[in-house]
């Protein structure tokens, strides 16, 4: 078993990392906690039995005091990731640090550098590559089941109510405070693209905008906060009260500690999440689209939208004996080869942890790499750094309204960290 302190109990923190523990008490315990906020703090606190004496306020508080555990994980908010994990490398500590790596390409960069020279393991929380779904498709194509891969299409299917509960009301709405969407929400998808690809990104093209939630979409007489007496709260999909009363515990957290309707619904009042979505003020794109080719020759593009009906990944990928396709909250992938019009189907069993199962993967993971030093090959800090370069690259193609060399970006951002 290996003991571990928690950086950020939020909702990764207390929901995902610090529940496997629970669950699985025989590879990993978490013995100290810090977080600003006093409410979650004692309640991870209370959910671990941690001793009041490794309960902190801040992550310069445990990071000062001598190394007392195997591992650190660090779940704070992204502008808050780079600090915390340069310290615990160099204090010893092993780190398990939630995506994104950082907000600046540099800082990624920077902190594999650090891992290398204190000789510590780092690894990133790109859990979809953990999951069954994502590994079923990994396995058939490196089989060549689909002889070789040529084409991917890639969808991220945001959600109308996602988008509008993290990337317009919550924590991630805008790029100052928090990171550019693609990086916030889609490092995890670029991610996967070059992992199937198995080749190197040469060039970097991307397209995007924030269209829809806008003070221009707002309806004639809607208000600032929902609650102050909204002409259409009967019609709207994004009414606060209607979406938070009815909403799962892990929506609700960020809207209050305390989860009754009383609590939430005084909450929303004059809070961030019961604002009008589109008299707020988020900046981040509600949708994007990347495009990629890679250095033999293969090309993928990746589209990221708010404007869906359903929160899941969809995956198509083309090779010149067949194709794959790929529902990921169906858990089910169909292989088409070519001259033979009846696909073989697979249905995958359905997990009960986050990300389809990624949660539980990565953690079973990690305890795997920390106990025996093995990474089963399948994450590690280096292909990490290259997938959030890539999204970065994106980025900066979007903004400049140009395609990216994306050979020459990496060497370019490697010289300057």
Partial sequence: MIKAILIGAGGRGIGAYGEYAI?????????????????????????????????????????????????????????????PAKLALKKGY??????PMAVYPEDCVLLEEIAKKENRKLMIGHVLRYTQFFSAIKELVDSGKIGSLMTIQHNENVSFWHQAHSYVRGNWRNVETSSPMILAKSCHDLDILYWLSNSTPIKVAS??????????????????????????????????????????????????????????LAALKKGPYGRCVYRSDN?????????????????????????????????????TLGEIRGHMDKQEIEIYTFGNDIPEVIHLETLDYGHGGGDYGIMKAFVRLIEIGDNQEIASDEASVMSHLLAFAAEKSRLESKSIDFIQYVKDIKKNA
């Fill in 23 to 83: 669950k699985n008490p025989n590879d990993i315990k978490f013995i100290a906690v810090a977080d600003p906020d006093i409410e979650r703090r004692m309640y991870f606190s209370y959910r671990h039995g941690i001793a009041p004496e490794n309960q902190f306020s801040s992550y310069e508080e445990i990071l000062r005091l001598p190394k007392m555990a195997d591992t650190c994980f660090i779940c704070t908010q992204d502008t808050l990731h780079i600090q």
């Fill in 94 to 99: 092993d780190v398990f640090l939630e995506k």
């Fill in 207 to 264: 397209f995007g905008s924030l269209s829809y939630f806008k003070e221009s979409s707002a309806p004639i007489g809607a208000p600032k906060y929902c609650m102050d007496g909204c002409p259409k709260e009967s019609e709207c999909a994004y009414f606060a009260p209607k979406v938070y009363l009815n909403a799962p515990d892990w929506m609700k957290l960020p809207v209050s500690n305390k989860m009754t309707d009383e609590d939430i």
């Fill in 283 to 319: 900046d981040v794109v509600d949708h994007q689209v990347v495009i990629i080719e890679f250095e033999n020759q293969m090309t993928a593009s990746f589209t990221m939208t708010a404007f869906t009906h359903e929160n899941t990944r969809t995956i198509k990928l083309m090779g």
